[in-house]
């Protein structure tokens, strides 16, 4: 029973994050969901060696730490560098996930013959279905981890295009004379 809580409340969480994103970030959501529309294959690679070079990078920096004597300064610094790689894929988790959860939402609600499903449904959606998959023992942690990369890699995208949009702005409509 305290597993089916744990998961009822990731789900939540992951809802309201993704909620989140989606109120607060909009045009960042918009712009993330342009980039999963135009070449998510681009967007997952990135991701995939963001998140491969930020576990060599913690891993070599462990190996480094366990090296250091118990009083060398340097070991508090290097494990500090580790966390700061923690958080900082996690804050790039955070601000991705719900572009991520609005794309794999309206793509299942669109499976069921939802025409425009809102982005709130898309994210409730994504989110209930997205602890569920990863915990599928053969396939589920390989599709968890694509979501992942996509999610992360969309944000690196647009960290590394110096936020610049995805797609530029359409212009406004010309008036008749």
């Known amino acids: 029973m305290e597993g089916l809580i744990g998961l009822l409340s990731l789900c939540v969480t992951l809802t309201a994050v993704g909620l989140v994103d989606v109120a607060l970030f909009r045009g960042l959501t918009a712009d993330y969901m342009t980039l999963f529309r135009r070449g998510e294959r681009g967007v997952g690679v990135r991701g995939a060696l963001t ?9 070599v920096l462990g190996a480094a730490t366990q090296n250091q004597p118990e ?22 988790f955070l601000v991705g996930y719900g572009a991520t ?5 309206e793509r299942v ?3 069921f013959g939802v025409a425009e499903p809102h982005p709130g449904w898309c994210v409730l959606t994504a989110s209930l279905l997205i602890p ?14 694509y979501w992942l990369a996509t999610t992360v890699g969309a944000v690196v995208h647009r960290l590394l295009e110096g936020g610049q949009p995805a797609a530029a702005p359409e212009p406004p409509p010309q008036q008749g004379n």
Not at 51 to 59: D, E, R, S, Y
Not at 101 to 105: D, H, I, P
């Open 71 to 92: 009083d060398a300064p340097a070991r508090g610094v290097l494990q500090v560098l580790i966390v700061l790689v923690g958080l900082l894929l996690g804050l790039a």
């Open 51 to 59: 998140l491969a070079g930020a576990a060599l990078l913690a891993f």
């Open 109 to 111: 609600l669109q499976a």
């Open 132 to 145: 569920s998959v990863v915990w599928i023992p053969v396939f589920g942690w390989a599709l968890g981890l």
């Open 101 to 105: 959860a609005w794309s794999v939402g």
